[in-house]
């Protein structure tokens, strides 16, 4: 099934020559990690505290491919400029999670928006991620497999948001849209689950010389 991860591999080549000049100058992807994590939090802040103010709801799809810009921009500083470090992979995974939860869940506050089925939805996509992760444990490599993976839910969460803003009364009809997305969520679960198990069969599998 087609995801937006799919387009990684052109982001990248767009985003190259600029992570050659960070690299040059110094930044590091910890220092992106955290900066990128905290305007994750001070919008998460504003949308909490102003549910339902357009400026913040448009701001939003914007802040959102300019966070999965950043997430591309640390992944090629660490792997291509040698800067890979435990510390920063683990900051990097957990402040993926984080960073989603502090801006989406927001979004549930808004005036006629059905609360529980957005949070529904985000819980089974940060799920996802725990499943991809999980994967690890079991000697697999990090799954990134299924329909609503981080960007995919990036658009999905930016969509609502840009929807809300031009429409502050289309909170009613979002089910609409969060119905399918819960049963995408739910089907990414499963693609990383069998994706891993297939993996290590086939590594046992394999005859060894």
Known sequence: MISVYDLKPRFQALLRPLVGRLAARGITPY???????????????????APGARPLLLLLPLLLLLRMALHTIVGMLAREHGLQSPRGALLNEVGDVLGDALLYLPLALHPGVTGWLLVAVLVLGLTAEV???????????RRFDGPLGQSDRALLFGLIAL??????????????????????????????IEAALAEVATDTAAPRA
């Open 31 to 49: 220092q992106l990690t955290l900066g990128t994590l905290g305007v994750a939090a001070a919008m998460g802040a504003l949308l909490a505290l």
């Open 131 to 141: 499943a991809g992760l999980a994967a690890l444990g079991i000697g697999a490599s």
């Open 163 to 192: 929807i809300l803003g031009l429409d502050p009364t289309a909170g009613t009809w979002l089910p609409w849209l969060l119905v399918p997305a819960l049963g995408l969520a739910g089907l990414t679960i499963q693609q990383r």
